[in-house]
């Protein structure tokens, strides 16, 4: 288990659950390559269990490997990227910390978008399918992934994901991923950009606290701006410590509640929107 | 970070180095880990050491080599030692430098039997 979040990538589980099939659970390990025991390994008398060195006297060789811890994910990502650049979707990584508001912006932005683009979202939580129903209570299709012990989602899960979605040339794919402002960022899910939120609650030094995800976002959405009145927060410097870490991290301030800034956030999305849909094939950039 | 999907990630390209190059146990795993990875070598061992169980990896000794931070200012040309990846231009101080290394975090290379 991850000695910083207690995180596990086994027994995580994906909910198809659209229109036309009843409600259904795929259940699977995530990684079950991760624990196969090299094939030959009987063959040479290896103990199945507590093999050491001790008073071995084999010839070992060196092999070279050169290879990134994250190569595999990197590439399910880069799969997932293709196959959204060839149906025209602009897919979003909405990362952030438990609380931030994510679900709640997610259904203000799905119901404001309604009959002007098409939007399927996929959820990410450890546990329960209760972000997933508050998106269908939209009318939007939505898959829930849930990680088990795992702190992220991977490029894999999203991959599986894929499949039961609609995904609509010129629409949208919002893929909210678990709260956490620590693991996803490394993780490549194939999105055209990371989209950090970060609420106006959670003070100003979060950027510098978390420096790898605000480097990783190209976008950062301010939340709960209407909040600004009760609190002794000052987000400009919020602001500066973010333009710090990334100094080309476009930034809105929004309210899921009020309103504010929505649609300028909104106008971001169709943009993004459109630009995929007229680039058939040829991939939406990928995040620096 | 989740040091255990990465050692996972390590367990997963070691047992497709086993089949390809004929390998049955693997004695020491030599790991590059940059300053700026952001990953936790303690954290990373504890996790392969569990993420190794049955594997043909079971019981390696994991190797961590530091690798520093090193990075350029776009602005004024200088480079630099790097303590975090927001670390600006210690010359001009206008912008963060750019990583050049300590961002690795990849298997090197394995000794096996």
């Known amino acids: 288990m991850c000695t910083t979040c207690g995180c596990g990538n086994e027994g995580a589980t994906i909910d198809h659950h659209h229109a036309s099939h009843p409600y259904r659970r795929l259940r699977r390990a995530v990684m079950p390559a991760a624990h196969v025991a090299a094939p030959d390994a009987g063959d040479r008398g290896i103990r199945a269990e507590g093999a050491s060195a001790s008073g071995d006297a084999a010839p070992s060789r060196r092999v070279r490997i050169e290879q990134d811890l994250l190569a595999r994910n990197d590439a399910a990502a880069a799969s997932n990227r293709r196959r959204l650049a060839a149906a025209g979707v602009f897919a979003l990584n909405l990362v952030s910390s438990p609380g931030s508001g994510k679900t709640s912006l997610l259904v203000r932005t799905i119901e404001r978008l309604a009959g002007r683009l098409p939007v399927a979202v996929i959820e990410g939580d450890q546990q329960t399918s209760r972000d997933a129903e508050r998106i269908r209570a939209t009318g939007a299709p939505a898959t829930q992934i849930n990680t088990g012990k795992g702190c992220h989602l991977d490029a894999r899960m999203v991959g599986e994901a894929l499949a039961g979605l609609p995904l609509a040339r010129g629409g949208l794919l919002l893929v909210e991923n678990v709260g956490n402002l620590v693991c996803p960022a490394a993780f490549d899910l194939g999105e055209a950009h990371k989209v950090v939120i970060l609420s106006v609650t959670e003070g100003e030094d979060k950027p510098l606290k978390y420096p790898d995800m605000f480097r990783a976002a190209d976008l950062m959405l301010l939340n709960k701006c209407d909040l600004l009145p009760y609190l002794d927060v000052d987000i400009a410097l919020a602001e500066a410590h973010a333009r710090r870490v990334n100094p080309a991290l476009r930034m809105i301030r929004v309210s899921a509640t009020s309103g504010e800034g929505m649609d300028e956030w909104l106008a971001w999305l169709e943009a993004g929107a459109q630009a995929a849909a007229d680039a058939p094939g040829r991939g939406v950039a990928a995040p620096a | ?113």
């Open chain 2, 1 to 113: 970070m989740h040091e255990l999907s990465l050692a996972e990630n390590a367990i997963a390209i070691i047992e497709d180095a086993a089949r390809r190059e004929c390998f049955a146990r693997v004695r020491i795993v030599r790991v590059e880990l940059g300053a700026l990875s952001c990953v936790e070598p303690e954290a990373l061992r504890f996790a392969f050491a569990s993420a190794s169980l049955g594997s043909c990896a079971e019981g390696a000794r994991l190797e961590i080599l530091a690798v520093a931070g090193e990075g350029l200012c776009e602005a004024c040309g200088a480079r630099a030692p790097m303590e975090t990846v927001y670390d600006l231009c210690p010359r001009c101080g206008i912008r963060p430098l750019k990583v050049l290394c300590g961002a690795e975090m990849r298997i090197r290379d394995l000794d096996v039997e």
